[in-house]
Nanobody, 123 residues
Framework: VQLQASGGGLVQAGGSLRLSCGAS????????MGWFRQAPGEERKFVAG????????YYVDSVKGRFTISRDNAKDTVYLQMNSLKPEDTAVYYC?????????????????WGQGTQVTVSS
C-alpha cells in the first residue's frame, strides 16, 4: 500500500506547480485526502483537504485563493494546483489518506502517507 507524490520542483515566486498523488496497492477513492507540508526545522502542517467525493474541500488561510485541491477517483489520484507561489511555500509536500471519508487537519487522522515531494520557491 503506497501513495506516491510527484510534481515538486524549483520555481520562481509567482509561478505555479501541480502536485499529484497516486495510489498503488489499494484504492483510496473512498477516503478523505489531505496535503501537508513541512519546512526545514518546522512541524508538518496541514495545507488542504478533500472529501472522498471531492464535494468538500478546505484550505488553510495561507494558501486560500492560491491552491486548489482536486481528485480523480477513476485514476485514484489527488492533485494540488499551486499558483502565485511564494518563498514561504517552500517545503516538502506530503499527501495522505484519511482513516475515513472526510478530510481532517489532524495528522493522527491519516493512516497512509506518501514519501513527499520538494517544492522550492525562489524570490
Amino acid at each position: 500500500v503506497q501513495l506516491q507524490a510527484s510534481g515538486g520542483g524549483l520555481v520562481q515566486a509567482g509561478g505555479s506547480l501541480r502536485l499529484s498523488c497516486g495510489a498503488s496497492g489499494r484504492t483510496f477513492r473512498n477516503n478523505g485526502m489531505g496535503w501537508f507540508r513541512q519546512a526545514p526545522g518546522e512541524e508538518r502542517k496541514f495545507v488542504a483537504g478533500i472529501s472522498w467525493s471531492g464535494g468538500d474541500t478546505y484550505y488553510v488561510d495561507s494558501v486560500k485563493g492560491r491552491f486548489t485541491i482536486s481528485r480523480d477517483n477513476a485514476k485514484d489520484t489527488v492533485y494540488l494546483q499551486m499558483n502565485s507561489l511564494k518563498p514561504e511555500d517552500t517545503a516538502v509536500y506530503y499527501c495522505a489518506a484519511a482513516l475515513g471519508s472526510w478530510w481532517s487537519s489532524q495528522i493522527s487522522r491519516y493512516r497512509y502517507w506518501g514519501q513527499g515531494t520538494q517544492v522550492t520557491v525562489s524570490s
